[in-house]
């Protein structure tokens, strides 16, 4: 289930972020200390209010195990898609699952033209999750800040919403 991410996910929030090997493969900075975690969902929170970005948390069982985020580009209807899980959760579907459930939000909702992903080339999983979701390889480019090789995809509306339906 997707929800609004509230006050009582800091915890689960700063577990994740401070997962070293799951913050490196998203890009992620890995915080000092769980007062980031109010800056988290305060920016979270002020970034929908701008129409900058939509973030939901990953919910199961009640329990909130990970976030997927639309980011919006300025100049098109266009966003990026970024998702992170607890690692308890890797590796059985999950990750997969939110992603189809937002494509379908950000194409049928939000009328998107497209999404693009970016993803660290060692990234197997996420890599899988955006080829498996139509996601199209538009290039192959170094991260300046850390010397990362990384990918970029994009996934079109038409080519997004004929493969839901043939998935469906
Ligand atoms: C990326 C992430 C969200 C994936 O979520 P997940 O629920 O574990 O992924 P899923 O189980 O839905 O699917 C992963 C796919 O990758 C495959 N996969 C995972 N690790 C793999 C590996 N080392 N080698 C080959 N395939 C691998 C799985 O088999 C699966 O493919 P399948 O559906 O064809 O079997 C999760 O691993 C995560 O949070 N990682 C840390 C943060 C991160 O990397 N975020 C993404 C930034 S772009």
Known sequence: MLRAPRQRDIPAWFARATDVESASLAGDPVPDDM????????RSRQRLADGKAIQWSIDR???AIGTITLSFATDAKAAALGFVLARAHWGQGLGSEAAREVIRYAFETLALDQLTAEAVTRNVASLRILAKLGFKHVESFVDESDGEHC???ALDADAGTSLLASQA
């Not at 007062?35 to 305060?42: I, N, Q, T």
């Open 151 to 153: 990918e970029r995809f």
């Open 61 to 63: 069982a009640s329990e």
């Open 35 to 42: 007062s980031a975690g109010e800056r988290w969902l305060a």
